[in-house]
C-alpha cells in the first residue's frame, strides 16, 4: 500500500513510500521500478522486496528453470553434488526431523492429499520407490519413528542408537547380563493386500536365536506381525510388551 510521494514532481525517479501488503514493513520504491513490477500479472499487492523475492521463486515456471539448472549443475559437477549431499548428512534424521513437529506434519498431509487428488498416479509411483528404497537398504539404519532416540555405548565399547525408553532399558538390560545382539540392521519383507513392505526388527538376541521387538500394546497390529511370519517362516521372533520387559527384569 502506498503511504506517500516523497518528491511532489512524481516523475519517473521519485522514491515512494509503501507499506507491504504481507509482512507489514515500511519500504522504498523509485517509481519506474514500481510501474515495471505493476506490469508483471503476478504483482499482485505491493511487495517489500524480501516477500517480492519470495513470491518470485514460488513460481511453478521458475522451480522448473532452478531445476533443469540444477541438473546440469550435478552433471558437470559431481564434486559439487556430493559436496551438498555431505553437508546434508544427518540434518534431517531422529529428533533433527522437522516433521517431529505437529503442524509440519499438518501441512504436508494437506499438501500431499491435494497434490494425489490432482495426480492419483503419483501415490501408487511415489509409494512403489519408497518401498524399493527400503527393499535396497537405503534406509537401513536410519532413525524413523515419533520416539525419542538415544545412544548407547556397551562393554565393548559399541555405539548403539535405540528408539525410547524401553528399547534403551533393554539394551541396557542386554549388556548388563552378557548377551550377544544386534539392533536396527536386518530387513524382511513381507506382502499386505499384494504390496510388498519392509520390516526392521529392533533386537537380533543371539542366545535366543531369535529377533526381538520391543513393542507397546497400543502400536502392536496382529494382521502386520502375522504377515511378517507368514511371508519369513524361517525366523523366530519374539515381540516383547511391558508386562513382558518387567518379567524379564527390565526396569521400566
Known amino acids: ?81 556430493e559436496k551438498m549431499r555431505q553437508s546434508m548428512i544427518g540434518k534431517n534424521k531422529g529428533n533433527n526431523n522437522g516433521m517431529k513437529k505437529l503442524e509440519a506434519r499438518e501441512k504436508v498431509s494437506k499438501s500431499r492429499k491435494k497434490m494425489f487428488i490432482e495426480n492419483p498416479i503419483l501415490k501408487d509411483e511415489i509409494s512403489k520407490r519408497v518401498r524399493k528404497a527400503w527393499k535396497d537398504g537405503r534406509f537401513e539404519g536410519v532413525k524413523t519413528g515419533r520416539c525419542k532416540w538415544y545412544e548407547y555405548i556397551d562393554r565393548n565399547n559399541i555405539k548403539y542408537k535405540v528408539q525410547g525408553t524401553w528399547e ?26 499384494g504390496k510388498e513392505h519392509s520390516y526392521y526388527p529392533d533386537f537380533f538376541v543371539k542366545q535366543w536365536d531369535s529377533y526381538v521387538d520391543v513393542k507397546a500394546r497400543c502400536w502392536y497390529k496382529k494382521e502386520k506381525f502375522d504377515a511378517i511370519e507368514k511371508s519369513n517362516p524361517e525366523i523366530k521372533l519374539k515381540i516383547l510388551f511391558k508386562n513382558d520387559l518387567s518379567n524379564l527384569g527390565v526396569d521400566i
Do not use: A
Open 168 to 193: 534403551l532399558k533393554f539394551i541396557e538390560w542386554l549388556d548388563k547380563n552378557s548377551y550377544d545382539f544386534i539392533c536396527h540392521r536386518k530387513r524382511f519383507p513381507y506382502i499386505i493386500d
Open 1 to 81: 500500500m502506498i503511504i506517500k510521494w516523497l518528491d511532489e514532481k512524481r516523475n519517473s525517479n521519485t522514491r515512494i513510500l509503501f507499506i507491504c501488503d504481507v509482512c507489514g514493513k515500511e519500504f522504498e520504491r523509485i517509481n519506474k521500478n514500481h510501474k515495471k513490477m505493476l506490469s508483471k500479472d503476478f504483482y499482485d499487492k505491493d511487495y517489500c522486496q524480501s516477500c517480492w523475492r519470495k513470491r518470485l521463486n514460488n513460481r511453478q515456471e521458475y522451480k522448473e528453470k532452478m531445476s533443469i539448472v540444477i541438473k546440469k549443475l550435478h552433471e558437470n559437477n559431481p564434486e559439487i553434488r
